[in-house]
């Protein structure tokens, strides 16, 4: 089974962002400019939207460009945006903003968490504050600004 046989058709990831958004199918087709006919044969896989369409809906319903990833791959397309970590080059000019305003917090506690809420980076005083709470294996630690 591959990875493509697992994944939600792109119809429904639409229609969960849609409901998520608290919009209905009328709503979303009026804002994006094409028929709630269209729109409801995108959500129950009777129409095979283009990856033009996929990206306008997206673009309608505020989704994140991460998952907007996902539904191109559900729509059998090539992902449009590039993932990037902090420790990535070209990430150097944000890496040095959030160092920045990390520094500029002290002496108080300050961090940076990720989607997910796990810590990727806090300021020194961020040592004193967790001092002596244990620390699982599974968690990163956080760099620290220097």
Do not use: I, K
């Amino acid at each position: 089974m591959t990875a493509t046989a697992t994944r939600p058709p792109v119809g429904s990831l639409l229609r969960t962002w849609r409901q998520r958004r608290r919009l209905s199918q009328l709503d979303l087709a009026s804002d994006a400019g094409v028929s709630a006919r269209h729109l409801s044969f995108v959500e129950t896989g009777r129409a095979r939207p283009s990856r033009e369409m996929v990206l306008h809906l997206a673009e309608q319903l505020e989704v994140p460009l991460r998952d907007r990833n996902d539904l191109l791959l559900a729509a059998g397309f090539a992902p449009a945006y590039a993932r990037r970590g902090l420790d990535d080059p070209d990430m150097s000019a944000v890496r040095r903003a959030l160092d920045l305003v990390l520094a500029a917090y002290e002496p108080y506690p300050a961090v940076v968490v990720d989607r997910s809420w796990h810590l990727v980076a806090g300021n020194r005083s961020v040592a004193l504050l967790t001092a002596g709470s244990p620390r699982s294996s599974s968690h990163r630690r956080p760099t620290c600004c220097g």
